[in-house]
C-alpha cells in the first residue's frame, strides 16, 4: 500500500535548526512535496523535489532520496512564526497526492 | 506563486439545507482542482478530483450524490454540499495543480479554505 510516515510533533528553540523527516511508499512516483500549514488555515506549498538531492529556498531547504524513499525540510534560523504542521505528501503514478498526517513543529524562546 | 481563492471562507447552516462552495484559480487556468476536507487536527483527506469538462472523481467513501462537484471552466469549480446535516462540519479545502510544460512539475496550490458549521 501507500504510506507517508513524518514524527507527529516536533519541538525546537527559537534561532536554531531543525530536520523534519519524511519516509514514503508510493506506487510510482512523481515528486515529494512540503506544505506548511498554520492553525485554521490552508496549506501553503513550500517545495518540491523530484531528482536526488538538495534544494535550498532562504531558510528551508528540502533533500530528497528516491532510492531511499525519504525527504527531510530543514529549517534554519527558526522564528516563532516557523511554528505550524508541516505537511509531506509524495505523488504517485497517477499524479496523485499521499499525504502524510503533519508534523506539529513547536518553537520555544 | 499561483493564486486561488475560495468562496466563502465560511458559512452556517440549518441542517437539510445545500451549501455551495467555490474554488477559482485567479492566475491561471487548472484543468484539475481537487476538494480536500480536513477535520480538527487531522490531515488533509481527499475527496474527489476535479476535472474540467468531465465528472469528477470522488475518493471512497465520498458520496457523489451528496458532495456535488461541477468543474465548468477552467478557473472554477465549485462544491456543494447538499442537504447538509452536523457531522458535514469540518474545513473544506480546494487546490488547483498548475502544470508547468517542459519541467516535470505539478504543484498544487490550495485556497484558503471553507469554514463549514451545520446547526
Known amino acids: 500500500g501507500q504510506n507517508i510516515d513524518q514524527p507527529t510533533e516536533m519541538t525546537a528553540t527559537e534561532g536554531a535548526i531543525v530536520q523534519i523527516n519524511c519516509t514514503y511508499q508510493t506506487s510510482g512516483f512523481n515528486g515529494l512535496f512540503w506544505y506548511q500549514q498554520h492553525a485554521g488555515e490552508a496549506p501553503t506549498f513550500l517545495s518540491y523535489n523530484v531528482l536526488d538531492g538538495l534544494e535550498e529556498k532562504g531558510r528551508f531547504s528540502s533533500f530528497l532520496s528516491r532510492s531511499k524513499g525519504y525527504s527531510y525540510l530543514l529549517l534554519k534560523e527558526l522564528q516563532m512564526k516557523d511554528s505550524a504542521s508541516y505537511l509531506c505528501?509524495?505523488?504517485?503514478?497517477?499524479?496523485?497526492?499521499?499525504w502524510g498526517a503533519g508534523t506539529k513543529l513547536i518553537i520555544k524562546p | 506563486g499561483a493564486v486561488v481563492s475560495q468562496h466563502p471562507s465560511w458559512v452556517i447552516c440549518k441542517s437539510g439545507t445545500s451549501v455551495k462552495i467555490e474554488c477559482r484559480s485567479l492566475d491561471f487556468q487548472a484543468t484539475t482542482m481537487f476538494w480536500y476536507r480536513q477535520f480538527p487536527k487531522q490531515s488533509l483527506m481527499l475527496m474527489a478530483t476535479s476535472n474540467e469538462g468531465s465528472k469528477a472523481t470522488y475518493e471512497q467513501g465520498v458520496e457523489k450524490d451528496k458532495f456535488l462537484i461541477n468543474h465548468a471552466s477552467l478557473t472554477l469549480s465549485t462544491l456543494t454540499v447538499t442537504s447538509a446535516h452536523p457531522e458535514d462540519s469540518s474545513f473544506y479545502i480546494c487546490s488547483a495543480r498548475v502544470e508547468t510544460s517542459g519541467v516535470t512539475q505539478e504543484t498544487q496550490y490550495f485556497g484558503p479554505g471553507t469554514r463549514l458549521l451545520v446547526l
Open positions: 505528501a509524495a505523488m504517485d503514478s497517477n499524479y496523485q497526492l499521499i
